[in-house]
Structures are given as C-alpha cells and as structure tokens.
C-alpha cells in the first residue's frame, strides 16, 4: 500500500545492529517467503517515508543497499539507545520513526496513524502502548531528545526507555487486536511462528 504523498519531515530508521545473540543469525537477513526481512520492511517505509536511514556496522548490509544512508553507532555496545543516537545525528528531518529489524509484521495503517496522532501533538516522542506494555521500537522520537538520550549514554544507562520521564512521551493506545504487528524474532521459538 503507497501512501499519496511521502512523509518528508519524519524519517524512517531501521535498527539493524544488534548482535544477534540468541539466535545466532542475522535477524535482518532471514528469509520469510523468499525476501530477505530487511527487504520487505525497506520496501513497505519506502512506500511510507521520502527518507530511511539503517543503522549497522554490518558490510552485507551496506552492499545491500548502496543507495541508503547507512549509520554506525556513535557509542558502540550500547543496544538500541545508541542506535537510535546515531540515527538522530544523521537525520535530516527533526524527527525519526524507529523500528527493530527483527519485526516481520509491520503495518501501515498503524505506521500512518502514529504520524498523524504524532504530528497532532506537542510530545517529544510517541511511543505504542496495548495491554501487554508500549514499543520503543516502533517509536516516533523529536532530536529535542538528543541532550537527554546522550546523558543516559554517557551514564551507561542503555534502556531505551530511560529518558522518557525527563520529556514529554506521549502514547498511542491500540486494541489488543494490534499486538502482532510489534512481534519480534528473538528466539528460534520466534522464527519458527514466522517461518
């Protein structure tokens, strides 16, 4: 589904840099009906976003896609916080939209929805919340951000949620309906549900 006119002043980031430590595999690169994971969320935020950057150090993924901006980690080992840093200081836009390589379900109704609900507000981030908790990888997050997530990383705080007291965090509310669109591959458990 391409939406009529592209987002320009959000871009779209995907977090792919992760060490893979429980399954072993790069989560990015698995096959799901053919299609590389990476593949089909880079095809469905190019129907949504004017702009993606992804966030890797990883040498297959930059041959991949030659022609995306692709970022490495600022602060190295820092899990998805530091991701999400070096895509704010990349950014040509003044907010982000973050997602986890590892979600095979993403939705663009839900995507599009979180951008109008974003762009209607005054938060500094908006962030998923159903019955089961809020999604801080599927996360639309303002650069006014940056001062407050570099503090956290220089004081070796690394959940991406440690900050969000000191801002303004507003949240999206969705039915219980929603919650597969933020499963993620963690396990080989994971896999096998999407496989």
């Known amino acids: 589904m391409k939406t009529k006119t592209k987002i320009n002043d959000i871009t779209a980031v995907i977090l792919a840099g992760?060490?893979?430590?429980?399954?072993?595999?790069?989560k990015s690169l698995i096959r799901i009906k053919g299609d590389h994971l990476i593949d089909k969320?880079?095809?469905l935020l190019g129907n949504i976003f004017e702009n993606i950057i992804i966030v890797t150090s990883k040498d297959e993924l930059r041959r991949k896609f030659p022609d995306l901006i692709i970022v490495e980690d600022e602060y190295k080992n820092c899990g998805p916080l530091g991701g999400i840093h070096a895509a704010m200081k990349h950014a040509s836009t003044d907010s982000i939209f973050v997602f986890a390589?590892?979600?095979?379900?993403?939705k663009t109704s839900i995507i599009l929805q979180q951008v109008a609900t974003y762009r209607s507000t005054t938060?500094?981030?908006?962030?998923p919340r159903h019955r089961e908790g809020i999604e801080p990888l599927h996360a639309?997050?303002?650069?006014?951000?940056?001062p407050f997530l570099e503090k956290c990383l220089v004081e070796r705080r690394y959940s991406v949620r440690s900050f969000y007291n000191k801002?303004?965090?507003?949240?999206?509310?969705?039915?219980?309906?929603?919650?597969d669109?933020?499963?993620?591959?963690?396990?080989?458990?994971?896999?096998k549900k999407i496989v």
């Open 167 to 179: 801002v303004n965090a507003g949240y999206l509310n969705l039915d219980a309906k929603h919650i």
């Open 140 to 146: 639309i997050y303002s650069k006014t951000n940056l």
């Open 41 to 43: 969320q880079v095809q």
């Open 123 to 127: 938060c500094d981030i908006l962030v």
């Open 181 to 191: 669109s933020f499963f993620n591959i963690n396990t080989y458990a994971d896999l």
């Open 101 to 106: 390589c590892d979600m095979p379900n993403l």
């Open 18 to 26: 992760g060490k893979n430590s429980r399954i072993q595999k790069e």
